[in-house]
């Protein structure tokens, strides 16, 4: 089965090029899709200037949508079988890709979902609210349906191409996280943790999710689980 990568940039102009090197040094013949939903930073004219070096296709956004909106502008484009999401900072390790796509090659799953917490790491003082915020979200949306997830927040959702592009999403923001995973759960498709490294970064590192978007993810849950 062929991959495609999906990575969604804000303003990552300091961390851009470290990860695509990351990610062409272990897929280096994958589809690559980037979105810049419209940086300030000086990241999409970077991206423009770099589009064939790294060899991806690229998306601009006219004005600030939001990762929700980033994801379904490139999701209609993709073509090769598997889809992983790859933020553009330096959270996430793209090494993994070769654990994370396993499971679906060998039919035991039809979505992986790469979980920061399967390995006990501790979390730094700087992260514990958001590991703790994560954390409530992932017990919530087992409550409301028969999933088992140790991590929905994740970035590394690794789907089957047919069903991501199936699911009809709305969420502009980081509401796509629990919208996604509400929707999966709700066609009873098999979704699988595999542990993963992780590597936080603070809010002036650049770090961009925050409280409203805990309380919406909230929101979420129950609107796609119950509402819609």
Known sequence: MSLSIIMPCYNEKLTIESILTRVRNCQPDAELIVV???????SKEWLQNHTTIFNFHLICHSKNQG????????FPLVTQDIIIIQ???LEYDPHHYPQLIKPILDNRCDV?????FLTKQIPSSSYLLAYLANKFLTQLTNLVTPLQLTDMETCYKVFRR???QSL???ETGFGIEPEITVKLA???????????TYNPRRYHDGKKIGIADFFWAIWCIF???FLN
């Open 87 to 89: 933020d553009a900072d």
């Open 67 to 74: 990762k929700g909106a980033a994801l379904q502008s490139a």
């Open 223 to 225: 609107r796609y689980r």
């Open 186 to 196: 709700k066609q009873s498709y098999q979704i699988l943790d595999i542990a993963i």
């Open 162 to 164: 047919e069903i991501i």
């Open 112 to 116: 992986v979902y790469g979980s920061r």
């Open 168 to 170: 009809h999403l709305k």
């Open 36 to 42: 810049d939903d419209a940086s300030t930073d000086g």
